[in-house]
């Protein structure tokens, strides 16, 4: 009778362990059916959002820890999706930032008051507007600094707070251009008088050879130089005490110009050598157009981005001039021989990106419509008095009523109606030397020269001040 229940106890237990068995299979096989749904489901949100993103890295930490299903693969999506980033969040940021900041409304309000709400020139609705802009000529030197050697480079900031120069000497200096425009009361000027109103708020160090070009950060409180040296170096300027640079890019030529996205996100860099650089400022990644046929044959003289950095120009000791696309960085249009052959000193857009100023070393600004390829108005008048040996930029003014472009071999300043052409008054630029920087605010009427003379000039139209 024992023997009898033992084995009916045993077949009990057997039945109870199979049915266990068909139960975990039954679960496993959900399982199966769920992920295999839910994996379908990622690989079409994947595919709708990464649209044919096959050449993302994203690294094998996280290739490792994301399924990848069949149907993934049967989509094309060879890779995995980027990892998570901050760029959205940044962006909201700044843009809440100038909403609600009453300094950046202040700055705006001065702005409008030099009449910066002009939309810039376009020929094709004000070639018969009268300039509002006070005319070149009246300008007043307001202020005078000095270098330890020629003064080769200048830049303001994107809102023509503050304007960096720099100097053979392996110098930079910044300068607050209220604390310039506030001396003009005082009549000072020079560098004399008490340090809280010394216009000179920071003083960098850290290049071996003469700095060459320099870039202010659109949205942080950064300095990018370059320098013969064959290096690219970033200041951190919020930092008083630090003047050394806290990134440093080694290039295999001299620097010759520079210039930031208007994001800020990177930066174009062009050296002696024929090949444009474009670097990532967070990662200093370079990057290069694929094809070779696009770059220049000699020096990059001058990049310059549009303002919704859709396309940037750049200009060349080869005389040409080309016109590049701002996402694949590859050349789409290029002005040969713009200035009949001669070396290309500068190339910029105007604001609305219609357009583009450029000059050579004929001294002949030359303004071109890029809709038509064509040259629309040639600015004579400057170098009648000798051949250019240096190379000088040609910029307009705040308002884009005018070009400006320094004459060598005379050292003043020849300017013109940037709608017509007609030339204005020549201004003595006051230097014992040839000029061999010069920029304009973007913001107000004022511009600053620099001279192998040392000295760092501030020119200001002081009756739109009072």
Same mark, same amino acid.
């Given at each position: 009778?024992?023997?009898?229940?033992?084995?009916?106890?045993?077949? #009990?237990?057997?039945?109870?362990?199979?049915?266990?068995?068909?139960?975990?299979?039954?679960?496993?096989?959900?399982?199966?059916?769920? *992920?295999?749904?839910?994996?379908?489901?990622?690989?079409?949100? +994947?595919?709708?959002?990464?649209?044919?993103?096959?050449?993302?890295?994203?690294?094998?930490?996280?290739?490792?820890?994301?399924?990848?299903?069949?149907?993934?693969?049967?989509?094309?999506?060879?890779?995995?999706?980027?990892?998570?980033?901050?760029?959205?969040?940044?962006?909201?940021?700044?843009?809440?930032?100038?909403?609600?900041?009453?300094?950046? *409304?202040?700055?705006? /309000?001065?702005?409008?008051?030099?009449?910066?709400?002009?939309?810039?020139?376009?020929?094709?609705?004000? /070639? +018969?507007?009268?300039?509002?802009?006070?005319?070149?000529?009246?300008?007043?030197?307001?202020?005078?600094?000095?270098?330890? %050697?020629?003064?080769?480079?200048?830049?303001?900031? #994107?809102?023509?707070?503050?304007?960096?120069?720099?100097?053979?000497?392996?110098?930079?200096?910044?300068?607050?251009?209220?604390?310039?425009?506030?001396?003009?009361?005082?009549?000072?000027?020079?560098?004399? %008088?008490?340090?809280?109103?010394?216009?000179?708020?920071?003083?960098?160090? +850290?290049?071996?050879?003469?700095?060459?070009?320099?870039?202010?950060?659109?949205?942080?409180?950064?300095?990018?130089?370059? #320098?013969?040296?064959?290096?690219? *170096?970033?200041?951190?300027?919020?930092?008083?005490?630090?003047?050394?640079?806290?990134?440093?890019?080694?290039?295999?030529?001299?620097?010759?110009s520079i210039t930031f996205h208007p994001s800020g996100e990177f930066f174009l860099c062009g050296t002696r050598h024929p090949t444009l650089r474009l670097y990532n400022t967070e990662t200093q990644q370079c990057f290069v157009s694929s094809m070779p046929k696009d770059q220049h044959n000699d020096t990059i003289t001058d990049v310059c981005y549009s303002e919704n950095a859709r396309i940037f120009v750049t200009g060349s000791r080869d005389g040409n001039v080309k016109v590049?696309?701002?996402?694949?960085?590859?050349?789409?249009?290029?002005?040969?021989?713009?200035?009949?052959?001669?070396?290309?000193?500068? /190339?910029?857009?105007?604001?609305?990106?219609?357009?583009?100023?450029?000059? %050579?070393?004929?001294?002949?600004?030359?303004?071109?419509?890029?809709?038509?390829?064509?040259?629309?108005?040639?600015?004579?008048?400057? %170098?009648?008095?000798?051949?250019?040996?240096?190379?000088?930029?040609?910029?307009?003014?705040?308002?884009?009523?005018?070009?400006?472009?320094? +004459?060598? *071999?005379?050292?003043?300043?020849?300017?013109?109606?940037?709608?017509?052409?007609?030339?204005?008054?020549?201004?003595?630029?006051?230097?014992?030397?040839?000029?061999?920087?010069?920029?304009? #605010?973007?913001?107000?009427?004022?511009?600053?020269?620099?001279?192998?003379?040392?000295?760092?000039?501030?020119?200001?139209?002081?009756?739109?001040?009072?």
């Amino acid at each position: 009778m024992c023997f009898t229940n033992e084995r009916m106890r045993q077949a #009990s237990l057997k039945r109870k362990e199979k049915k266990e068995k068909r139960r975990q299979l039954a679960r496993k096989a959900l399982e199966a059916k769920i *992920k295999k749904q839910r994996e379908r489901k990622a690989a079409l949100s +994947d595919h709708c959002y990464f649209n044919q993103s096959s050449s993302v890295d994203v690294g094998p930490s996280l290739a490792q820890n994301i399924p990848k299903s069949k149907e993934a693969q049967s989509l094309g999506l060879s890779l995995r999706p980027p990892p998570p980033s901050d760029k959205l969040f940044r962006l909201v940021t700044v843009a809440r930032q100038y909403v609600e900041d009453p300094e950046s *409304k202040e700055k705006e /309000a001065v702005g409008d008051q030099f009449g910066v709400e002009s939309s810039g020139l376009d020929l094709e609705f004000d /070639a +018969d507007v009268v300039p509002t802009s006070p005319e070149p000529s009246l300008y007043e030197t307001v202020y005078l600094t000095t270098h330890k %050697g020629p003064c080769r480079a200048a830049a303001f900031s #994107s809102d023509g707070a503050l304007i960096a120069t720099a100097s053979v000497d392996c110098s930079i200096k910044i300068m607050d251009v209220d604390k310039v425009i506030s001396r003009i009361d005082t009549a000072a000027l020079s560098e004399s %008088g008490p340090d809280s109103h010394h216009p000179v708020i920071r003083t960098l160090y +850290d290049h071996l050879d003469e700095v060459t070009c320099v870039a202010f950060h659109p949205r942080e409180q950064l300095l990018l130089s370059g #320098s013969n040296d064959f290096t690219l *170096k970033l200041f951190d300027y919020s930092k008083t005490a630090v003047k050394r640079a806290m990134r440093t890019i080694n290039e295999v030529e001299p620097i010759s110009s520079i210039t930031f996205h208007p994001s800020g996100e990177f930066f174009l860099c062009g050296t002696r050598h024929p090949t444009l650089r474009l670097y990532n400022t967070e990662t200093q990644q370079c990057f290069v157009s694929s094809m070779p046929k696009d770059q220049h044959n000699d020096t990059i003289t001058d990049v310059c981005y549009s303002e919704n950095a859709r396309i940037f120009v750049t200009g060349s000791r080869d005389g040409n001039v080309k016109v590049w696309d701002g996402v694949s960085n590859r050349c789409i249009e290029c002005f040969n021989r713009a200035h009949d052959g001669a070396p290309i000193c500068s /190339a910029r857009f105007t604001r609305n990106g219609k357009y583009v100023l450029t000059v %050579g070393m004929d001294s002949v600004p030359k303004l071109w419509e890029l809709s038509t390829n064509r040259c629309l108005i040639a600015y004579t008048g400057a %170098g009648a008095t000798g051949a250019r040996e240096y190379s000088m930029p040609a910029v307009f003014n705040h308002t884009e009523d005018y070009v400006m472009l320094p +004459d060598e *071999k005379s050292g003043s300043l020849c300017s013109w109606d940037a709608r017509n052409s007609d030339r204005e008054r020549l201004l003595a630029l006051g230097h014992t030397a040839e000029t061999r920087a010069f920029v304009h #605010s973007p913001t107000m009427p004022i511009f600053v020269t620099g001279s192998d003379d040392h000295r760092v000039r501030f020119w200001f139209r002081k009756q739109e001040w009072k």
